[in-house]
């Protein structure tokens, strides 16, 4: 297995873990873009969401859900944002599926 976000789930590499559930796992970012920056994970590797299917529908609603949890927990009531990098444009350096949770600040936008 050679993929840092399932050695992260396995718990070969250690993490700051923020939440867990049968089908995702939640940490803190190592490198946070803001006061609260989160990675929302699923526990099946899916190398990004390009590569999702039908199948996985449940599983994305999941993730997104996870991260609203996730956002009230961490009192982001003035708001956040849930991003997923997808292939070189879109930025995405670890190739396994992931939603970055970001609040704390006003965050911009375009986000370049
Ligand atoms: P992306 O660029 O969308 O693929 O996001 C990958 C994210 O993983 C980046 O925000 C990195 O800071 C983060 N990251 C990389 N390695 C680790 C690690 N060992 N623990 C926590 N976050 C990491
Ligand atoms: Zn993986």
Redesign the pocket.
């Known amino acids: 297995m050679d993929c ?2 399932c050695k ?1 789930i396995a718990g070969a ?4 873990k923020i939440h867990e559930d049968a089908l995702c796992y939640a ?7 803001a006061p609260t ?1 989160v ?1 929302i994970v699923p526990r099946k590797h899916i190398a990004s969401l390009a590569e999702a299917t039908p199948e996985d529908l449940t599983l994305l609603g999941h993730l997104q859900a996870t991260a609203a949890a996730l956002a009230r927990q961490h009192n982001l009531a003035r708001g956040y944002r849930t ?4 292939g070189d444009d ?7 599926l ?1 939603v ?1 949770l970001l609040g704390g600040r006003a965050l911009h936008w375009p986000p370049g």
């Open positions: 840092l976000f992260i590499i250690p993490s700051s940490f803190a970012d190592i490198h946070p873009q920056h990675l991003v997923i990098n997808t879109g930025g995405q350096t670890v190739h396994h992931h970055h």
